[in-house]
Structures are given as structure tokens and as C-alpha cells.
Antibody
């Protein structure tokens, strides 16, 4: 069974950084993209970017360029996202998500399995 | 990259059919057939309902169907049920190799 387990809630001050982890199980970590998506309270879904654990390639939404870093530790099958220069508007639930269909077929354009979400609150 | 445009809300009675639109541009929805739809109940992670414009993942009811014409994709829910009450989001691959979500549509079952 594909599972994504995220780190716990964070409270951060404006101008600082936050780093969230996402530990996966049930599949080969390096075979599938890892996406990061966020949702501000009462708002819609917003795609931050993707990370390819196989070669470290990243693609970011233009809005987050220069402020987001995505990495992974393949020895522990864990992906990370770090967002810097935090603002109150960054308060949101952050999700990791990957695209895996039946029989572990890759679905790189989609999000089939999601973490439970990590609430990040930015407050002075 | 701007969010894809969806109606804020759509409602219907049990048993009826409803359709949610998702309008993008020739750089995303109009360019690729990599359009998907997600259902999200309150305080839950989204669930993939449709991918490749019109394909259903295993386990998703055939009451959900998708289509596309030009820069606009659509999700139709037929035989509306109370459990279909949720938020729905479309998503598309883009010419920049990024992904973009729609603004989201709240579905109400009256």
C-alpha cells in the first residue's frame, strides 16, 4: 500500500523558513515524481512544484521560484520541501503527493496518493 | 501561470446531473490532454476522480465523467448523491511543464 507520512504542524515567524518532510512507503521512491501542493484556510489548491528523486530535477511554479527548495534523502525514502522568507499568506496546509496507478504504473501528471497534510502557521 | 477558472458553486437535487466547467488557455487545457479532476471533502486530502480528460481510476464511480473542448474541460456528475457534496478541482499540465489547479467548485446537493 502506497503511504505518505508527513511531519507535524509548524508555527513560524515572518521572514523565517520552514522545512517539511514526507516519508513514503509501499513503492520505489525514486521511480515517481514527488509534488508539493498547499491549501490556505478556506482557499483552493496551489501547486508549488515537483521533485524527481531519481535525478534531483526540480520544476517550480513561477510564484515560488527563488523561495522554495525541494530535496530528498533516498536512504530513508523521504522528500523535503523548504519555503523561505515566510509571510502570513504562506499559512496553509502543505501536502506531498505522487502519481501512481494500479500495478504501480506512473502517472506523472497527476496526484493519486497524498500525505495527510502539514499545517504551517505564520504568526509574529 | 494563472489558476484555471471554475464556477464557485454548482448545485443539484439527488438523481440529477450537474456539470462543472474548467477554463484554461492554449498553454494548458487547450494544449494537452493531461487534465484531471479532484474531489475534496472537508479536512480531507483531495482524491483523483478523472485523469487524461476522461479516464476514471479504478474504484471511481462511473457516475463521474470528463470531457474537453478547446480550452475548456468539464466534469459531469450524473445521478447526484448526497456523498457527492464536496469541493472539486480541475488540474492541467502546462507548456512550462508545471501543473496548475482550477479555482475550485463547491457542489451542493439540495
Amino acid at each position: 500500500e502506497v503511504q505518505l507520512e508527513q511531519s507535524g504542524a509548524e508555527v513560524k515567524k515572518p521572514g523565517t523558513s520552514v522545512k517539511i518532510s514526507c516519508k513514503v512507503s509501499g513503492y520505489t521512491f525514486t521511480d515517481y515524481y514527488m509534488h508539493w501542493v498547499r491549501q490556505a484556510p478556506g482557499k483552493g489548491l496551489e501547486w508549488l512544484g515537483l521533485f524527481d528523486p531519481d535525478d534531483g530535477e526540480t520544476i517550480f511554479a513561477e510564484k515560488f521560484q527563488g523561495r522554495v527548495t525541494m530535496t530528498a534523502d533516498t536512504s530513508t525514502d523521504t522528500a523535503f520541501v523548504e519555503l523561505s522568507s515566510l509571510k502570513s499568506e504562506d499559512t496553509a496546509v502543505y501536502y506531498c503527493a505522487t502519481g501512481i496507478a494500479g500495478r504501480l504504473q506512473p502517472l506523472p501528471y497527476y496526484f493519486t496518493s497524498w500525505g495527510q497534510g502539514t499545517l504551517v502557521t505564520i504568526s509574529s | 501561470q494563472s489558476a484555471l477558472t471554475q464556477p464557485a458553486s454548482v448545485s443539484g437535487s439527488p438523481g440529477q446531473s450537474i456539470t462543472i466547467s474548467c477554463t484554461g488557455t492554449s498553454s494548458d487545457v487547450g494544449l494537452y490532454n493531461y487534465v484531471s479532476w479532484y474531489q475534496q471533502h472537508p479536512d480531507k486530502a483531495p482524491k483523483l476522480m478523472i485523469y487524461d480528460v476522461s479516464n476514471r481510476p479504478s474504484g471511481v464511480s462511473d457516475r463521474f465523467s470528463g470531457s474537453k473542448s478547446g480550452n475548456t474541460a468539464s466534469l459531469t456528475i450524473s445521478g447526484l448523491q448526497t456523498e457527492d457534496e464536496a469541493d472539486y478541482y480541475c488540474s492541467s499540465h502546462t507548456s512550462s511543464s508545471t501543473r496548475v489547479f482550477g479555482t475550485g467548485t463547491a457542489v451542493f446537493v439540495l
